[in-house]
Nanobody
């Protein structure tokens, strides 16, 4: 059972930046397909960004050019969020799965097996 722990959420004004982090103690995240997802109350969870084991990335159209998914050599997944907008306000979740599709299918939440508890991001106008 892979346990994922997110951090880095918070409140920021429109146009600001935040960096989310996700760790998986005891597991090597570079061997998994990793993704960031977000959800607001009353709406379905949506894919934001995905990173395959070989470094292929996929992004939702709404965040392209503003968000960057990456992992570092300390076994941590990141989501750098720039030019934040009020509509980016949501609970953000990190997810992992042993299978990557190397396409937009990696942005579908239901295909991921392991999930973190989430970290809240609030962007004010």
């Amino acid at each position: 059972q892979v346990q994922l722990v997110e951090s880095g959420g918070g409140s920021v004004q429109s146009g600001g930046s935040l960096r989310l982090s996700c760790t998986a103690p005891g597991y090597i995240i570079s061997t998994y397909c990793m993704g960031w997802f977000r959800q607001v109350p009353g709406k379905e969870r949506e894919g934001v960004a995905a990173l395959t084991a070989t470094g292929v990335t996929n992004y939702a159209e709404s965040v392209k050019g503003r968000f960057t998914i990456s992992r570092d050599n300390k076994n941590t997944l990141h989501l750098q969020m720039n030019s934040l907008k009020p509509e980016d306000t949501a609970m953000y979740y990190c997810a992992a799965d042993g299978i990557c599709y190397y396409n937009a299918h990696d942005l579908i939440p239901t295909r991921y097996k392991y999930w973190g508890q989430g970290t809240q991001v609030t962007v004010s106008s």
